[in-house]
């Protein structure tokens, strides 16, 4: 800067550059430092104070401007030449001056290295553009760690997913009661999970030998498979191979995505490496073999083995396993059953000859890889002859029912809740005997071939149902079933409940009371008198029913309760005194109707319930044709009922699954909740059980007689002819059967109970006719070969009550006894016309219940059909409430209760 510019020097405190700047300077003389003296473009400008703060002027420490000058330019490192090479090789002009500040358009100081040198500094034309190998080895070694630390990121995000539902979506095994298996299903798909140790060895090592020899030592992963995946991908083909046994086992139980793009292969690897670093060998082979499919709709190893060769998994050989594990590699191109549904050129012949080409390599390789030995090799010669493709599901003809009935008593008597059961994995042992059910079901055809022909006799003939059941006595175990014609057509159960009521068949539970409990005094006295089978009632024709203080029951309007006997028979006249043994042998309504008055009805309906029919069955106790049966229980339970007096009283409730296993072990056994209870004293038991043996012998029962062998029944007709029973025994086995006409179409809402008359040709039906004849039919065939039981003896018990005689009857509605030789169990068609009250004037004082129970009614004349049924026409229940069932599940799979 020029002398000649410089400012006279500033007093101290005072002027506008020190209130301006505010900031120390350096020493000041009467000049200030020349602008670029210290290289600061700030030093052009005075210091308001001398660095000793004094507002005085100082002397120059320089004795002119020259020396002031050149000290000014050592302070900065030189004069202008030195300054300027010591700017370095940028060239004279450009660069700053000094080490802070401008020089006069010269380069001062170094220059800063780039991060990256590229193009490289210093260098002139193409080797500019050469990178140094210090430049390649960073960007090499950079790449690899991002890779890494991708990878490693990756690595610790992901998680051992859960084994997706879609892959332990299972079906259970049903069994039949000597461990052969009835069906497989229940579940998403067929699939039955197994154990490591239940997988044959010779199947492990088929599918190492064929689809991943170094699984047992890999980490999971092949990275060249994976690179072929890859590129594979990329020219827009599928991600064929590249795949372990470990990846493979993520795709198919882990991830529910199965789409195949880049960023579902790279969730697959990263999971496959983690599963690979975390979960042990045997449960990815374990995994792997159950998740993965076999063809036929099998998934997994077990139901392949089923599918394929009808035998479990672990009793497969060698040869069976190499074939299955050729399955693996995709069955429509490898089921010698060929596929041509599927592809035309999956030929039967096409995928045989390609099964045995790779049945063969898989065999040699596992000889190879010395999982084989070569002198067990050349005994496989030929591809095993797999069975012929079927139904994984056959529910048709009774299975569907028996299933049904199986799942029922599951859910309502174990732990595994309805949403466990339908996940699957079950093996349920059940006590189906298939001979006996193969023999119920043809005893109804035939009796439905040769009698009922909808075609011919549509008004009568249509809609006719049956229903039977078959309990073992001494165990309650249900033996055989049948539930109609056909589980996929018709799908009530027709052996657990149907709203059919029993009739006469509930007579012997009035005769058990009055054994168990005896008679109330109608003197009022507190003492019970215990009944003898030989006690007398009157056999009397519409016979006034008198309550315990020997007062008429009469109905709502006063009428008196006048019940009728089947065909308006009276018997034994003048007296009318018929015996208890011969009442139920004749199935005479009059004296068990009274009979039960005597006991009262409330032990009647405790001797039912004690049998073991279910209380929801059972019809309102508060009107006397209880006795006679309003209510009704199914098949199963009153099978079960009469079971009790086949074993001397001991009541067991029916049911149908021994034993359940999942691939944990055994989670559920009968036996350990099997218990039994006395029903009735065994001298009760056997007394009712030698009165149901005379309706057999020569009752209204002849027609179920046994060759050989003693048996006990009852036959039953409900008023209006809408239904039919016989249940009966001997030792080893109770059977009940039913007949019905139902329009039971899903879509009715009021479905109702049909008549009878003219059904299968005949004039009408009653228990002793088609009921008893299947009956025979089938028992005849389910106990052929078992030794022949006898009943016990009977002690005696009771007392003969109305032993004395009886004064000349007084009431005119009487009728003369029938001199039919034969029994008689029909009832008479007329009758349904007769002046009894309708079921609005039955309900009398209990008119409340009236409309639950069947319409019994309260007064007037009842008939209750042929062996005294009911005195009114049985309704239809709802199958979806809580009606009659023999299972101990109230009916069904959801419906019901525990029994």
Request: hydrophobic share 30%.
């Given at each position: 800067m020029s002398e000649h510019r410089r400012k006279p020097p500033q007093q101290q405190g005072g002027g506008r550059a020190a209130a301006r700047r505010g900031q120390p300077g350096p020493a000041a003389g009467r000049r200030a430092t020349p602008r670029g003296a210290t290289g600061s473009p700030s030093d052009s400008y005075e210091s308001p104070s001398g660095s000793?703060?004094?507002?005085?002027?100082?002397?120059?420490?320089?004795?002119?401007?020259?020396?002031?000058?050149?000290?000014?330019?050592?302070?900065?490192?030189?004069?202008?030449?030195?300054?300027?090479?010591?700017?370095?090789?940028?060239?004279?002009?450009?660069?700053?001056?000094?080490?802070?500040?401008?020089?006069?358009?010269?380069?001062?100081?170094?220059?800063?290295?780039?991060?990256?040198?590229?193009?490289?500094?210093?260098?002139?034309?193409?080797?500019?553009?050469?990178?140094?190998?210090?430049?390649?080895?960073?960007?090499?070694?950079?790449?690899?760690?991002?890779?890494?630390?991708?990878?490693?990121?990756?690595?610790?995000?992901?998680?051992v997913p859960d084994v997706a539902h879609t892959a332990e979506a299972q079906n259970n095994?049903?069994?039949?009661?000597?461990?052969?298996?009835?069906?497989?299903?229940?579940?998403?798909?067929?699939?039955?999970?197994?154990?490591?140790?239940?997988?044959?060895?010779?199947?492990?090592?088929?599918?190492?030998?064929?689809?991943?020899?170094?699984?047992?030592?890999?980490?999971?992963?092949?990275?060249?498979?994976?690179?072929?995946?890859?590129?594979?991908?990329?020219?827009?083909?599928?991600?064929?191979?590249?795949?372990?046994?470990?990846?493979?086992?993520?795709?198919?139980?882990?991830?529910?995505?199965?789409?195949?793009?880049?960023?579902?292969?790279?969730?697959?690897?990263?999971?496959?490496?983690?599963?690979?670093?975390?979960?042990?060998?045997?449960?990815?082979?374990?995994?792997?073999?159950?998740?993965?499919?076999?063809?036929?709709?099998?998934?997994?190893?077990?139901?392949?083995?089923?599918?394929?060769?009808?035998?479990?998994?672990?009793?497969?050989?060698?040869?069976?396993?190499?074939?299955?594990?050729?399955?693996?590699?995709?069955?429509?191109?490898?089921?010698?059953?060929?596929?041509?549904?599927?592809?035309?050129?999956?030929?039967?012949?096409?995928?045989?000859?390609?099964?045995?080409?790779?049945?063969?390599?898989?065999?040699?390789?596992?000889v190879k890889y010395g999982h084989l030995s070569a002198a067990k090799r050349a005994t496989f010669k030929e591809l095993p002859k797999p069975q012929n493709p079927r139904s994984n599901t056959r529910l048709s003809g009774q299975i569907g029912y028996l299933v049904d009935l199986a799942k029922g008593y599951v859910v309502h008597n174990t732990k595994i809740t309805e949403n466990q059961l339908q996940q699957g994995g079950y093996s349920i042992h059940t006590t189906f005997d298939r001979t006996k059910v193969n023999a119920l079901e043809a005893a109804v055809k035939e009796v439905r071939k040769a009698k009922i022909n909808p075609k011919a006799r549509p008004d009568t003939d249509k809609f006719v149902q049956f229903g039977g059941a078959s309990v073992d006595p001494k165990t309650g175990a249900i033996k055989a079933i049948y539930g109609g014609e056909d589980a996929t057509k018709h799908f009530t159960n027709n052996a657990d409940q149907t709203g059919a009521q029993v009739g006469s068949t509930f007579k012997p539970f009035v005769l058990a009371a009055a054994m168990q409990w005896g008679v109330k005094d109608p003197d009022g006295s507190s003492e019970r008198k215990i009944a003898s089978p030989k006690s007398l009632y009157s056999g009397k024709n519409k016979l006034k029913i008198k309550q315990y203080d020997n007062t008429v029951w009469t109905d709502k309007d006063g009428k008196e309760w006048l019940q009728t006997n089947d065909g308006e028979k009276s018997y034994n006249p003048p007296s009318y005194k018929i015996d208890l043994r011969e009442a139920m042998r004749e199935s005479v309504n009059s004296a068990y109707v009274q009979l039960g008055m005597d006991v009262g009805l409330d032990k009647v309906e405790e001797a039912a319930l004690n049998a073991g029919v279910l209380k929801t069955s059972l019809a309102s106790s508060a009107f006397p044709s209880f006795s006679i049966g309003t209510s009704d229980p199914s098949a199963i339970r009153m099978a079960g009922a009469y079971a009790t007096f086949a074993d001397s009283g001991q009541q067991r409730d029916p049911y149908s699954v021994e034993k359940i296993s999942s691939k944990d072990g055994v989670v559920f056994e009968h036996s350990k909740i099997?218990?039994?209870?006395?029903?009735?004293?065994?001298?009760?038991?056997?007394?009712?059980?030698?009165?149901?043996?005379?309706?057999?012998?020569?009752?209204?029962?002849?027609?179920?007689?046994?060759?050989?062998?003693?048996?006990?029944?009852?036959?039953?007709?409900?008023?209006?002819?809408?239904?039919?029973?016989?249940?009966?025994?001997?030792?080893?086995?109770?059977?009940?059967?039913?007949?019905?006409?139902?329009?039971?179409?899903?879509?009715?809402?009021?479905?109702?109970?049909?008549?009878?008359?003219?059904?299968?040709?005949?004039?009408?039906?009653?228990?002793?006719?088609?009921?008893?004849?299947?009956?025979?039919?089938?028992?005849?065939?389910?106990?052929?070969?078992?030794?022949?039981?006898?009943?016990?003896?009977?002690?005696?018990?009771?007392?003969?009550?109305?032993?004395?005689?009886?004064?000349s009857a007084t009431q005119s509605a009487t009728s003369t006894p029938s001199s039919s030789p034969t029994p008689s169990d029909t009832p008479s068609p007329t009758l349904s016309n007769s002046p009894s009250p309708t079921t609005s004037e039955s309900c009398g004082k209990f008119d409340w219940t009236c409309g639950n129970n069947g319409g019994t009614d309260a007064g007037g004349t009842g008939n209750g059909g042929t062996d005294g049924g009911v005195t009114t026409s049985p309704t239809a229940t709802d199958t979806a409430g809580n009606g009659g069932n023999g299972n101990g599940n109230g009916g069904g799979f959801i419906r019901g209760q525990t029994g």
């Amino acid at each position: 800067m020029s002398e000649h510019r410089r400012k006279p020097p500033q007093q101290q405190g005072g002027g506008r550059a020190a209130a301006r700047r505010g900031q120390p300077g350096p020493a000041a003389g009467r000049r200030a430092t020349p602008r670029g003296a210290t290289g600061s473009p700030s030093d052009s400008y005075e210091s308001p104070s001398g660095s000793g703060g004094s507002g005085g002027e100082e002397e120059r420490p320089y004795g002119g401007r020259a020396e002031a000058r050149r000290a000014a330019q050592r302070s900065s490192g030189g004069g202008r030449r030195r300054g300027a090479e010591a700017a370095g090789s940028e060239g004279r002009r450009g660069g700053p001056g000094g080490p802070n500040g401008p020089g006069r358009g010269r380069p001062s100081g170094p220059v800063k290295k780039r991060f990256i040198d590229y193009p490289r500094a210093g260098r002139s034309g193409g080797a500019r553009w050469v990178p140094s190998w210090r430049l390649v080895s960073g960007l090499f070694i950079g790449f690899v760690g991002s890779l890494v630390a991708v990878a490693g990121i990756g690595y610790a995000m992901v998680s051992v997913p859960d084994v997706a539902h879609t892959a332990e979506a299972q079906n259970n095994v049903y069994y039949w009661a000597d461990g052969t298996q009835m069906v497989a299903t229940g579940g998403e798909t067929n699939r039955q999970i197994i154990n490591y140790s239940q997988i044959p060895a010779a199947m492990r090592y088929a599918v190492i030998s064929q689809e991943n020899k170094t699984f047992e030592t890999d980490s999971g992963v092949d990275p060249k498979g994976i690179a072929r995946a890859f590129l594979n991908m990329a020219r827009g083909g599928q991600t064929q191979g590249g795949s372990t046994i470990t990846q493979q086992y993520v795709k198919n139980a882990m991830l529910d995505d199965q789409s195949q793009t880049i960023s579902r292969k790279f969730k697959e690897i990263f999971v496959s490496i983690k599963v690979g670093a975390t979960v042990k060998k045997e449960k990815i082979m374990e995994g792997y073999l159950n998740s993965a499919y076999y063809g036929r709709g099998a998934y997994g190893l077990q139901a392949a083995a089923r599918a394929y060769f009808d035998k479990d998994a672990i009793r497969l050989d060698e040869s069976q396993c190499a074939f299955l594990a050729a399955m693996l590699k995709g069955a429509t191109y490898y089921d010698p059953a060929g596929a041509t549904s599927l592809d035309s050129t999956a030929t039967p012949e096409a995928n045989t000859k390609r099964a045995t080409a790779q049945w063969s390599d898989t065999l040699d390789k596992e000889v190879k890889y010395g999982h084989l030995s070569a002198a067990k090799r050349a005994t496989f010669k030929e591809l095993p002859k797999p069975q012929n493709p079927r139904s994984n599901t056959r529910l048709s003809g009774q299975i569907g029912y028996l299933v049904d009935l199986a799942k029922g008593y599951v859910v309502h008597n174990t732990k595994i809740t309805e949403n466990q059961l339908q996940q699957g994995g079950y093996s349920i042992h059940t006590t189906f005997d298939r001979t006996k059910v193969n023999a119920l079901e043809a005893a109804v055809k035939e009796v439905r071939k040769a009698k009922i022909n909808p075609k011919a006799r549509p008004d009568t003939d249509k809609f006719v149902q049956f229903g039977g059941a078959s309990v073992d006595p001494k165990t309650g175990a249900i033996k055989a079933i049948y539930g109609g014609e056909d589980a996929t057509k018709h799908f009530t159960n027709n052996a657990d409940q149907t709203g059919a009521q029993v009739g006469s068949t509930f007579k012997p539970f009035v005769l058990a009371a009055a054994m168990q409990w005896g008679v109330k005094d109608p003197d009022g006295s507190s003492e019970r008198k215990i009944a003898s089978p030989k006690s007398l009632y009157s056999g009397k024709n519409k016979l006034k029913i008198k309550q315990y203080d020997n007062t008429v029951w009469t109905d709502k309007d006063g009428k008196e309760w006048l019940q009728t006997n089947d065909g308006e028979k009276s018997y034994n006249p003048p007296s009318y005194k018929i015996d208890l043994r011969e009442a139920m042998r004749e199935s005479v309504n009059s004296a068990y109707v009274q009979l039960g008055m005597d006991v009262g009805l409330d032990k009647v309906e405790e001797a039912a319930l004690n049998a073991g029919v279910l209380k929801t069955s059972l019809a309102s106790s508060a009107f006397p044709s209880f006795s006679i049966g309003t209510s009704d229980p199914s098949a199963i339970r009153m099978a079960g009922a009469y079971a009790t007096f086949a074993d001397s009283g001991q009541q067991r409730d029916p049911y149908s699954v021994e034993k359940i296993s999942s691939k944990d072990g055994v989670v559920f056994e009968h036996s350990k909740i099997a218990k039994a209870k006395e029903a009735f004293s065994p001298e009760v038991a056997d007394n009712v059980t030698d009165v149901l043996k005379t309706v057999v012998d020569k009752g209204t029962g002849t027609a179920a007689r046994l060759t050989g062998r003693q048996v006990a029944g009852k036959t039953g007709t409900t008023d209006g002819n809408k239904s039919a029973w016989f249940v009966g025994y001997t030792p080893q086995l109770s059977t009940s059967i039913s007949m019905y006409r139902l329009d039971d179409d899903a879509s009715s809402k009021n479905r109702t109970f049909l008549e009878m008359y003219g059904t299968g040709g005949e004039k009408k039906i009653h228990g002793a006719s088609f009921p008893a004849q299947i009956w025979h039919d089938y028992m005849e065939t389910a106990l052929k070969g078992q030794t022949v039981e006898n009943f016990p003896t009977p002690q005696p018990i009771g007392e003969i009550l109305n032993n004395t005689p009886s004064p000349s009857a007084t009431q005119s509605a009487t009728s003369t006894p029938s001199s039919s030789p034969t029994p008689s169990d029909t009832p008479s068609p007329t009758l349904s016309n007769s002046p009894s009250p309708t079921t609005s004037e039955s309900c009398g004082k209990f008119d409340w219940t009236c409309g639950n129970n069947g319409g019994t009614d309260a007064g007037g004349t009842g008939n209750g059909g042929t062996d005294g049924g009911v005195t009114t026409s049985p309704t239809a229940t709802d199958t979806a409430g809580n009606g009659g069932n023999g299972n101990g599940n109230g009916g069904g799979f959801i419906r019901g209760q525990t029994g």
